[in-house]
Structures are given as structure tokens and as C-alpha cells.
């Protein structure tokens, strides 16, 4: 155990005097890390311009707050296309010129401009799919680093995993976006954020596959109505752009997420269940369950975890007992998540 | 009147809708220069005097103030009309609506108003779904982009425990729950032989009851830029919890018998009034520059609980009595009313304070640092309302069932919250990068410890000064929690990630078992991303948890170990990967494995493991065409390490071990698509999930004769869960602005659950002999499986 904290400690330290001593090369890392060209309003040539070819794309874009928000805005973020794709000045005079010789019947020529790679090269736009993860989110942060959810984005679990914006959200093709067709009737909390799939929650099973299953289970959080809707979204307890709490949780603590619906188990109370106040996890799990009341084992095994102690809870028992049927211990043991009477000291009040 | 009831929401949802469009109608053409530019490219090139106007028109319309479009010109409408009849058969069939209502008969099934014209930066919508159904739900939600949103959002959520209980208990009052004289003092009476007979004629001419608790949630927010930097934002949540649900009292006596020691039951299940409020307001504000920003955030939360105490009356008693204690009769549960203490009144202000910032060399540095502070002052229930009860330590002049005889009149319960949480990342070089980390959660309980002179124990029946010698006292809980991490990642190559990473996680407590804990997780991960084609990640994590002293105190078995404090390792891999063969076909797979070792020279929960995998298929084809096919297996099990206490306590030949092993499978597919050219449009979705719980126990040793009877290990049958789903919607769009569709629902539910199958109101015939339960008095609060067919037409309007 002393090596494995020494290792800690020297691991921890070495870390984190690293960067001070290796400016240089951090510096290199930096170039790296923001390629994409400085936005030159110069190169500007407006949304209308860009609809003469991309014309489906620009009206997918145009109902939207990528579109939209340009009213307000001056320079580049007023550019709309241009805000994320650059400059499309040289893109436009490029294919402009292309499109004049072939009407002008000199093939030919334009044949070689289009087979020219320089020229072909300096006039490409910004394309998407064609840039890293941390490039798409640099693209993506030049507008949204206010929020303070994006504060904590980097060194989050979601960064690590090399996620960009684009991974759940699709600015041209979401079928929750306004423009889609209402009979998908995108749900409310997908309503607005241009995820790539008509849920949220089927945006967070695209790689979260394992907690699919919990909306089918005995108990679960995943609650659904008759047309397959969900009444609680990913985002009500999670915070996908990063937050303070472990787990990508909104508040500081797994309980105190618990608590912001269940607030009633807060107190606190004359006397508490220890594990109850540290975590709801040590009983629970919070997305689906096998067991009634989304425990983690059947009662009376899950109480037998930690108790053994009494004259009544100790024994293997049958599955016909009055210990066993209906909601086993906590039949008589009512306040588990903690009494505030003078009498429940052994949480039966 | 119940017809009236139903339709008053959905006349003031009608209402608002008619309002809605009367403020939205139509005021002027749709004017959208970017479409229009659209439609004039498909004529072929456009000249550049055309290119001039039409950036004219872009700067135009970039001007805030000037919008050609407004909000109210390009409202959109839908709303979707009909009818729906349902059919679910089973014996408890409750579960089909346990969190929802399936409403019959006339149906207005959703609208959507959305005013979002393209050229103007303000939008406007409204969506509901299931108007006055107790599972409603509506988003307003306007604004003007880059300025200020407001949205606003109500939801219902219903969550019937049962429907066809009986209960003996009325209420005329809330908070108090009643039983006719007659009946308590019949069944008092009633010599212990022939209780079961009297008990059933009450019970079968006892109401049916529904258990449910509706929870019903406003949520309105407001987001304001003052500047380009600088926003406030104000949120507001309202929750109101209303019903009844399932509340349990009882308490045992042992027996002795010829083959072993027994137990007489005694239970009495309530239906709990349920009356919750709970108001919370956030005011915040965040300045954002682009390398740094600071953001505030106050929280004050309010809970109110509305019924603070259930006082019942016992239906076995209809006169107080003092039980005699452990060693003499058995008459426990002996009090005609008693009293329980229901969630106190509490609330909370909470600050928060987090930001960032930019360091040189692309370094960044986040924190939050918060305060929460939580007081419950309720007053106290007195100790019981047993009159027959000699207590002692009392003060002079008090009886039992005043709450003068208490220490203290409240709690004035406090806990005082302190989180801090630290994250530095900065690249070390050109292809390291390191992560580090630290967070504190502090939980500072300063509650008053209140020594009590004794408790009214064995269902109020008893005045108790002691358990094993420990005095009735509150141990309030403190803990902090402390994890600090290092990771250092290193890009391999352009796609492939190789990181390490260390983490420490400290707990000190007070009032538990252990004081301390320390544990030291290393692990690291590989992970490749080739461009949106193939992406994977492996990971695997090692944890050595070390309690520094154990002590078992004297409430629980010294061999005993609590597994969230004892010594454990952990091992933990991931497997993670989603594979592209082309941009519209796609297979992503997910694996799993944890296992828990805890310390296995002790008693209690002594191996966890958890394992699990899924697999994923998806195609999106043309437009609004989506198959997909989901498989997922998971599997949990875990090994407990038990004894039975005898008359010489915990004998080793008393050991019972037993397995625990949950399975769920589940399958889903589906697929969305137009059958014929944006005319006939289909949504069809097929799911299948089984679980299965299985136990099995032994007896390492053979117990004692004097043991408990059931100290020996009996089987358990599994405990088994079906369910399938098939859910069907075919809609054919008639004209650009009416369909007709169709939808069915078909879900066969099967559950075999030993713990539900055989139970009833009075559920004594159940038990085995030798158990007692004659005074064992429940809801019945339970479902069973159910076959359930809901076919429903609509008419969709849009325009």
C-alpha cells in the first residue's frame, strides 16, 4: 500500500509541474490543437450565395438558432454557413469560374482548374467530417463557450472518449429539429438542441447501449408512455457537457440529485440510515432494476448485506415467511431512509 | 361530475391553443429571402447584380429591430385528434399504467405550435402531449436567439402502486386514518383461535382501493444576455406530490417449539397520505470572456411536507395495553392508536461559484466551490400514543404520550454542505496531455445529539431504555469525501489514445463503523477513433480499498462487515465499440465487467459481480427511413456470508451462504419509414425484456437444534419477469394538411414473483405453519401480469 501511495504522490506531482517546465513543447501542442483558419470577414460572402448549390442544406439550417441567431450578431457568427464552414469567397470564385468555362464550351480548361489540387485545395471549405474531434469542438466553442456546463468540458469522461458536438448533435439533419417533420413529434427535452437522434435518450444509447434495457426492466427511471415517449429525460439527472458532480451529475453529490425530486428524504432526520445519507447507490440503482423500487437485490438479501445482528433478520428463511412476502423488511422497518420520530430509532416510525 | 373534472384541464389546454393562435395568426405573407434564393437557383446561375440584392437583403436582415419575417408569420399548427379503446385482462393488471395513464374514449393525443420564421431571430413554441391525462405534459418555450429565452414546462407523472387493495382504514381528516369502533373492539375480543375468521369478514367487505401518487411539475426558466459576456439566468420549480401509497408497521415475537424456535408476526399496512410541496429558485449569473469565466448560482429549496404525522388506529386493539417485554406473554402491538412521524418539513439555501480559465500553453483550470445549508426544525410526534405504557426518565409531570416528556420539542436538525472540485488539463508536449483533478464533498452534520430516556419499542407497545446497553440516542452522520486524480493521456497516433491514470479516494466518518477509508484505483484505457468510421475504446481500472479500524460496535454481529466500508478490490473493464461500414449503416457494441472482492474472513455481503454486454444495429437509409436491432444482456450476482443467532448467540454451525444472480435479456427492433412516397408513413417497434432472479442457499454446518426454524436453507423459486411490446403507428397523409393514422399497443406482461404471487389482505394462509400471522393485517399492494391491447385513430391537422 506505501508503494502504491508513493506512486500516487510522485504520478500526482510529476503531472503537475509538467507543463511549467515544458512550455515549449506545450506550445507546440497548442498549434495542434486549434487549426482551424481564422474567420476572415474579407472572404465573407453571405447565405444566399451558399444556397445557389447547397440549397437543401441551407434551408434545413435556416429555421435553426444557427441560422437564426445571425440577426443579432455582427461578424462572423453573422455569417451563418460561413460561421463553421470559413470564408467562401475563393470557394465560390473557384466553382464560379469552373461553371463559366463549361458554359462557355471550354471543357477542357475548366477540367484542369477543377484537376488543379492548389487551387482545388485553397478554395475547399470547412468540412466536418473530415476533422478531429477536438477541431469540430474548437469550431463549436467559438459561440458556446459562455455556457457554463462547457466550463468543465474538457477533462470530462465525454472528452476523453474523443466525443465532438457532432457525435449527438447534427446542425443540417436532426430529426428533432424544428424543420422535421411533425409527425415524429420530437420530445419535449429533445426539442431545440438539435440532437442527431428523435430522443434524447436514444442519443445517449448510442454508445450508453448497456442502459437500454433498464426502460423495460421491473423498476426503472425510464419511464415511458403509450407512444414510446419518455417522461424523464438523460439530462434530468446528467449534465453530458460536464459538471462538478462524479458521474456527469448535475449537483455535487448522488444524492442530492436524488433529492431534487425526491426531496422529502433530505431531513435531516432525528436518526438516519448511514448508508442512505452517503449514497442512494449502496441500495439502489438509479436506471433499472430487476427488483421492486429499483433496489439492488432482492429484500431481505439486500438488508442482509450489512445486517445480521436481531433475533428475526438473520435467517435464511423461505419464500413464503412473513420476512419474505410482500415488502420484507421494510413491511415493519417503514423508514428506511430515515425516522424523524422519538420512538423510530430502529426506523419503524 | 367526475366528466367535469376530467375536462376541465383540457378545456383551459383548448383555451390556451385558441389563444395561442389568435396571437399567432397569420399577419403577412411569408417572406424568406434565403428560400427564395433557393427556388431562383434551380433556374440556373444567378447574376451578380441578383448576387448584390441578395447581400443587401442578408445585411438587412441582420440589423436586430428591422426583421422583414415576424414571429406571428410563419405559425405552423398540428394537432392530433381521435379516439383510443383498451382492453387489459389479468388478475392485478396495474402495472400497465403504473407510470402512466392510457387514457379511453375521445382523445386529444398532441398539438404543436411553433412560430419560427427564418429571418427574424425570435421563435415561439408550444407542444403538449396527452391533455388531462394524469401523464400531461407541455413546453412553451420562446425567446430571441442570442437575447433571452423563456421557457416553461409542466408535467404530470403518476405512479400507481396498486390498484384493487382493500383497506379497513377511512379518513375523515387528513393525516388521520380510522376503523370503526366496532371492528377493533370485535377482533380484541376475539379469542386467538378464531381471529382469522373475523379478521377475513371484515377484510372481504372492506372497500377496493387504488394506491397512487400523482406528481405534478412546473419548471420555468429565464435566460438573459445582458451583454455579449454577461447573462443571468432564473429558474423556478414547483412539485406537488399528492396520493396515498403503501406505509408498513409491525413488529415480532419469538416462540419456542419443540422443532426449533419460531416467530408470531404481527403487521398492520397503511395507506400513507401523501401531501408534498417543494419550491426551489435558482437566480444566477455568469460573465464569460473568451478565456475565462465566472459564474454565480443561489439555490433556495423549500419542502413542505403537508401531512406531517399519520396517527391509525390499530384493528387488533381498541384499548391501550403494556406489553410485558421479551421474557414474558406475548402481546405485543398492544396500542389502539399509533402515530408515525412522516418526512419533516425541510429546506435549503445553497451558493455556488464556479469558472474557468485559460492558462498560457493552452492549459485550462476549472473549479466550483459550493455551500449548501440544510435545516429541519419539525416538531416532534411524543414518544407514543400507548397511555398504558410506564415509562421511566420521564420529567416530572409528563406522561408518555406528551410531548412536554421530551428532551427537546424539535430537532433543529442542521447540515452544512461544503463541495469544492478542481480540474487542470494541459497537453505536456505534442502528443501528452494530463488531467488532474480533485474534489471535495463534505457533509457536516450539526445536529444536536439527543439523548432519550427510552423508546415505546415492540410496536409501541413497551417503554425500552437500552438496546444491547447502548442508550436511545441520534448519532447524526458526518462524512467527507475526498477523491484527487492524475491522468496522463498519450496520442499514439492521430486515432489512437493510450492513458494512465491514478485516483485516491479518501472517507472519514463519524458515527460509523469506520473512520477512515482509503483507496487507490489505477487503471488505463486505449482508444482509437478513426474518423466517424471506426471508433473503440478498452479500459480496465484495479481498486484496493483499505478501512483503517473496523469496529463492529455493539448494535451488530463483531464478524460482521459492512461492504461499504470494509476492505474490497475492485476489478473493472470496458470494452466499448462502434463500427461504420458505410455513413447510413452502423454496429456498435458495449461490454462490461466489475467484481467486487470484499473481505472474506467476515461475514456479510462477501463477492459482487457485475457483467453485461449489448449489441447495436442501425440504418438510416433515405429520408426518414430508421431500422434499428438492440440486444442486451445483463448480469449481476452477488455472495452473502450469513449465520442465525441461537440461544447462545451465532454458533458457527448456524452459517447459511447465499448466491444471488439477476439476468435481464433484452431485445429490441424497430423501424420508421414512408411505405409510399410521403403518403403512407409507418413507426413499428418490437421490444422483449426477461429477467430472472435466482437464489440459492446452504448450510455449511448443520444448525443448532435450538436454532430459528428457518435457520436452515430452503429453496427459493426464481423470481421471473416478461415483457413484450409491440407498438404500432400507421398514418396516411391524405392532403399536405390532414392524415388519418392508426395506432396499437400490444404488451403482455408476465410476472412470477414468490414474494407477491401468494399474498392477499390477510395473507396468513400463506405463511408455513409454523409462522404465526394471525395479526398480520396488509393493502395487498401489488401487481400482477397483464395482457394489454390499446388501439387507438387519429386525425392529424396541420398547417
Redesign the interface.
Known amino acids: 500500500m506505501r508503494i502504491l501511495k508513493l506512486v500516487f504522490v510522485i504520478f500526482f506531482c510529476a503531472t503537475a509541474a509538467a507543463p511549467f517546465i515544458s512550455s515549449k513543447l506545450a506550445a507546440n501542442a497548442k498549434k495542434e490543437i486549434v487549426p482551424l483558419p481564422a474567420q476572415d470577414p474579407s472572404q465573407f460572402v453571405g447565405n444566399s450565395s451558399c444556397a445557389e448549390c447547397h440549397a437543401e442544406q441551407v434551408a434545413r439550417l435556416a429555421p435553426t438558432a444557427h441560422h437564426k441567431a445571425k440577426a443579432d450578431k455582427a461578424s462572423a457568427s453573422a455569417q451563418s454557413c460561413e460561421s463553421c464552414h470559413g470564408g467562401a469567397k475563393v470557394h465560390l470564385e473557384f466553382h464560379l469560374t469552373a461553371q463559366k468555362l463549361i458554359k462557355e464550351g471550354k471543357d477542357a480548361e475548366a477540367e484542369a482548374l477543377q484537376n488543379d489540387e492548389t487551387k482545388a485545395k485553397n478554395a475547399s471549405m470547412i468540412a466536418f467530417d473530415k476533422l478531429t474531434a477536438t477541431q469540430i469542438n474548437a469550431s463549436c466553442m467559438q459561440c458556446h463557450s459562455q455556457m457554463k456546463e462547457h466550463a468543465v468540458w474538457r477533462g470530462n469522461k465525454h472528452e476523453k472518449a474523443k466525443l465532438s458536438c457532432l457525435d449527438c448533435h447534427s446542425m443540417h439533419h436532426s430529426p428533432a429539429a424544428p424543420t422535421a417533420d411533425s409527425k415524429l413529434f420530437a420530445t419535449a427535452q429533445a426539442e431545440g438542441k438539435l440532437l442527431k437522434r428523435r430522443t434524447e435518450a436514444d442519443t445517449c444509447f448510442q454508445c450508453h447501449g448497456d442502459v437500454r434495457k433498464a426502460q423495460f426492466q421491473r423498476s426503472t427511471h425510464l419511464f415511458r408512455n403509450e407512444n414510446r415517449e419518455h417522461q424523464l429525460s438523460c439530462s434530468s439527472c446528467h449534465e453530458a457537457h460536464g459538471s462538478i458532480g462524479e458521474k456527469l451529475m448535475r449537483t455535487g453529490s448522488i444524492n442530492e440529485t436524488c433529492y431534487q425530486c425526491h426531496t422529502e428524504k433530505r431531513g435531516p432526520f432525528l436518526y438516519e440510515h448511514s448508508p442512505v445519507r452517503e449514497s442512494c447507490a449502496n441500495c439502489h440503482k438509479s436506471h433499472g432494476s430487476n427488483n421492486t423500487a429499483l433496489l439492488n437485490a432482492r429484500a431481505p438479501m439486500l438488508c442482509q448485506q450489512c445486517h445480521i445482528q436481531g433475533r428475526h433478520q438473520t435467517v435464511a428463511g423461505y419464500s413464503n415467511s412473513a420476512f419474505t412476502m410482500n415488502r420484507s423488511c421494510s413491511t415493519c422497518h417503514a423508514a428506511v431512509h430515515g425516522s424523524n420520530h422519538p420512538s423510530g430509532i430502529n426506523l419503524q416510525r | 361530475m367526475k366528466i367535469t373534472q376530467m375536462m376541465k384541464p383540457s378545456f383551459y389546454v383548448l383555451l390556451l391553443i385558441v389563444f395561442t393562435c389568435s396571437v399567432a395568426a397569420p399577419a403577412q405573407p411569408p417572406t424568406?429571402?434565403?428560400?427564395a434564393?433557393?427556388?431562383s437557383?434551380?433556374n440556373g446561375?444567378?447574376t451578380e447584380k441578383e448576387?448584390k440584392e441578395?447581400?443587401t437583403?442578408?445585411k438587412n436582415?441582420?440589423?436586430?429591430g428591422q426583421?422583414k419575417t415576424t414571429i406571428t408569420s410563419q405559425t405552423?399548427f398540428?394537432f392530433e385528434l381521435g379516439g383510443q379503446f383498451t382492453n387489459v385482462t389479468g388478475v392485478r393488471p396495474s402495472r400497465y399504467e403504473e407510470?402512466?395513464q392510457?387514457r379511453e374514449g375521445f382523445l386529444f393525443r398532441?398539438f404543436?405550435i411553433?412560430a419560427?420564421p427564418?429571418?427574424?431571430?425570435t421563435?415561439f413554441?408550444l407542444?403538449g402531449?396527452?391533455p388531462s391525462e394524469l401523464?400531461q405534459?407541455y413546453?412553451l418555450?420562446f425567446g430571441?436567439?442570442?437575447?433571452f429565452r423563456t421557457t416553461v414546462?409542466y408535467?404530470g407523472?403518476p405512479h400507481l402502486y396498486s390498484a384493487g387493495s382493500r383497506s379497513l382504514f377511512g379518513s375523515s381528516t387528513p393525516g388521520v386514518l380510522t376503523i370503526p369502533d366496532q371492528i377493533q373492539q370485535t377482533l380484541q375480543n376475539t379469542a386467538s383461535a378464531d381471529l382469522p375468521t373475523a379478521v377475513r369478514s371484515f377484510v372481504s367487505s372492506a372497500p377496493l382501493v387504488s394506491l397512487r401518487v400523482k406528481?405534478q411539475t412546473l419548471k420555468a426558466e429565464q435566460r438573459i444576455n445582458l451583454t455579449d459576456?454577461w447573462?443571468v439566468h432564473l429558474r423556478y420549480l414547483n412539485?406537488r406530490k399528492f396520493g396515498s401509497k403503501?406505509?408498513?408497521?409491525?413488529?415480532?415475537e419469538?416462540v419456542g417449539t419443540a422443532n426449533g424456535d419460531t416467530?408470531r408476526?404481527l403487521?398492520i399496512?397503511l395507506p400513507e397520505q401523501v401531501n408534498?410541496r417543494?419550491n426551489q429558485f435558482t437566480a444566477g449569473t455568469?460573465y464569460?470572456r473568451?478565456k475565462w469565466?465566472i459564474?454565480f448560482d443561489y439555490t433556495y429549496?423549500k419542502?413542505d411536507?403537508r401531512i406531517s404525522s399519520l396517527t391509525f388506529d390499530n384493528p387488533f386493539r381498541a384499548t391501550d395495553l403494556q406489553a410485558t417485554g421479551s421474557g414474558g406473554v406475548f402481546d405485543r402491538g398492544a396500542f389502539s392508536r399509533g402515530?408515525?412521524?412522516l418526512?419533516?418539513d425541510?429546506e435549503?439555501n445553497s451558493f455556488l461559484i464556479?469558472?474557468?480559465i485559460d492558462l498560457?500553453?493552452?492549459?485550462?483550470w476549472?473549479s466550483?466551490v459550493?455551500w449548501?445549508f440544510?435545516r429541519?426544525n419539525?416538531s416532534?410526534?411524543?414518544?407514543?400514543m400507548n397511555s398504558a405504557i410506564v415509562a421511566t426518565g420521564l420529567p416530572t409531570g409528563t406522561s408518555v404520550t406528551d410531548t412536554k416528556a421530551?428532551p427537546r420539542p424539535s430537532?433543529e436538525?442542521?447540515?452544512d454542505?461544503f463541495?469544492q472540485?478542481h480540474?487542470?488539463?494541459?497537453?505536456?508536449?505534442?502528443h501528452?496531455?494530463?488531467?488532474?483533478?480533485y474534489?471535495t464533498?463534505l457533509?457536516e452534520?450539526k445536529?444536536h445529539e439527543?439523548l432519550?430516556p427510552g423508546?415505546?419499542?415492540y410496536g409501541?407497545s413497551y417503554w425500552r431504555t437500552n438496546?444491547?446497553g447502548k442508550p436511545?440516542e441520534?448519532?447524526?452522520?458526518t462524512?467527507r469525501r475526498q477523491?484527487?486524480s492524475?491522468?496522463?493521456?498519450w496520442n499514439i497516433s492521430?486515432p489512437l489514445?493510450w492513458?494512465f491514470d491514478?485516483k485516491?479516494e479518501g472517507w472519514n466518518?463519524r458515527?460509523?463503523q469506520v473512520g477512515r477509508t482509503?483507496e487507490?484505483t489505477?487503471g488505463t484505457?486505449l482508444?482509437y477513433?478513426h474518423?466517424?468510421a471506426l471508433?473503440g475504446?478498452v479500459d480496465y481500472h484495479y481498486s484496493?480499498r483499505?478501512p483503517q479500524v473496523y469496529d463492529p460496535g455493539v448494535?451488530?454481529?463483531k464478524l460482521?462487515r459492512?461492504?461499504?466500508q470494509t476492505k474490497r478490490l475492485r476489478h473493472n473493464a470496458n470494452v466499448?465499440w462502434?463500427y461504420h461500414f458505410s455513413p447510413e449503416f452502423g454496429l456498435?457494441?458495449?461490454f462490461?465487467y466489475r467484481s467486487d472482492d470484499f473481505d472474506q474472513n467476515f461475514?456479510?455481503?462477501s463477492k459482487y459481480v457485475q457483467g453485461?454486454?449489448?449489441?447495436?444495429l442501425l440504418y438510416t437509409g433515405m429520408e426518414?427511413t430508421t431500422l434499428y436491432a438492440?440486444y442486451?444482456r445483463?448480469r449481476?450476482s452477488?455472495t452473502?456470508q450469513?449465520?442465525?443467532?441461537t440461544a447462545v448467540p451465532f454458533d458457527l454451525n448456524n452459517r447459511?451462504n447465499?448466491d444471488?444472480r439477476?439476468i435481464?435479456?433484452?431485445v429490441?427492433t424497430g423501424v420508421?419509414t414512408y411505405l409510399a412516397k410521403e403518403k403512407l408513413?409507418l413507426d413499428l417497434?418490437y421490444?422483449?425484456?426477461f429477467?430472472?432472479?435466482r437464489?440459492s442457499?446452504v448450510?455449511p454446518g448443520t444448525p443448532l437444534a435450538n436454532s430459528?426454524i428457518?435457520?436452515?436453507?430452503?429453496p427459493?423459486?426464481d423470481?421471473k419477469?416478461r415483457?413484450h411490446?409491440v407498438?404500432l403507428?400507421l398514418?396516411y397523409q391524405f392532403s399536405p394538411n390532414v392524415?388519418l393514422g392508426v395506432?396499437y399497443?400490444y404488451e403482455p406482461y408476465r410476472?412470477n414473483d414468490?414474494?407477491?404471487d401468494?399474498?392477499s389482505p390477510y395473507?396468513m394462509d400463506?405463511?408455513?405453519a409454523e409462522?404465526d400471522?394471525r395479526r398480520?393485517l396488509?393493502l395487498d399492494s401489488?401487481y400482477s401480469g397483464h395482457n394489454a391491447n390499446?388501439i387507438g385513430i387519429y386525425l392529424?391537422f396541420?398547417r
Open positions: 424568406d429571402g434565403t428560400s434564393s433557393a427556388v437557383s434551380k446561375e444567378a448576387k441578395e447581400k437583403t442578408d436582415t441582420a440589423t436586430p426583421d405552423k398540428t407510470f402512466r392510457v398532441r404543436r411553433v419560427n427564418e429571418d427574424s431571430p421563435f413554441k407542444i402531449r396527452g401523464d405534459r413546453l418555450d430571441r436567439y442570442g437575447r414546462e408535467s407523472l406528481r459576456h447573462s412539485q403503501p406505509l408498513g408497521t409491525g413488529t415480532y419469538r416467530f408476526v403487521a399496512e408534498y417543494h455568469t464569460a473568451e469565466a459564474n429549496s419542502f411536507n402515530i408515525f412521524a418526512a419533516p425541510n435549503s464556479s469558472g474557468f498560457p500553453n493552452d492549459a485550462r476549472a466550483a459550493g449548501s440544510w429541519q419539525d416532534f410526534v411524543p414518544y407514543t421530551l430537532l436538525g442542521a447540515v454542505i463541495t472540485d480540474v487542470f488539463t494541459t497537453p505536456l508536449g505534442k501528452w496531455t494530463a488531467n488532474l483533478h474534489r464533498y457533509n452534520n445536529t439527543i432519550f423508546y415505546a419499542a409501541e438496546i444491547s436511545i441520534n448519532e447524526p452522520l462524512f477523491t484527487a492524475a491522468e496522463a493521456i492521430k489514445d492513458s491514478y485516491w466518518r458515527h460509523r482509503n487507490y489505477f484505457e482508444s477513433r474518423s466517424n471508433s475504446k484496493d483499505t448494535l451488530e454481529y460482521l459492512m461492504f461499504d466499448q462502434q456498435a457494441g458495449t462490461g461475514f456479510g455481503l453485461g454486454g449489448s449489441v447495436d426518414n438492440n442486451s445483463d449481476y452477488s452473502l450469513q449465520i442465525s443467532k447459511w447465499r444471488e439477476d435481464v435479456d433484452s429490441g420508421t408513413f417497434h421490444a422483449f425484456a429477467g430472472n432472479t437464489l442457499t448450510n430459528v428457518n435457520a436452515k436453507a430452503f427459493f423459486p423470481a419477469t415483457f411490446e407498438n403507428d398514418s392524415a395506432r399497443l410476472l414468490y414474494a407477491w401468494g399474498l395473507p400463506a405463511f408455513p409462522q400471522g398480520f396488509l401489488r390499446t392529424r396541420s
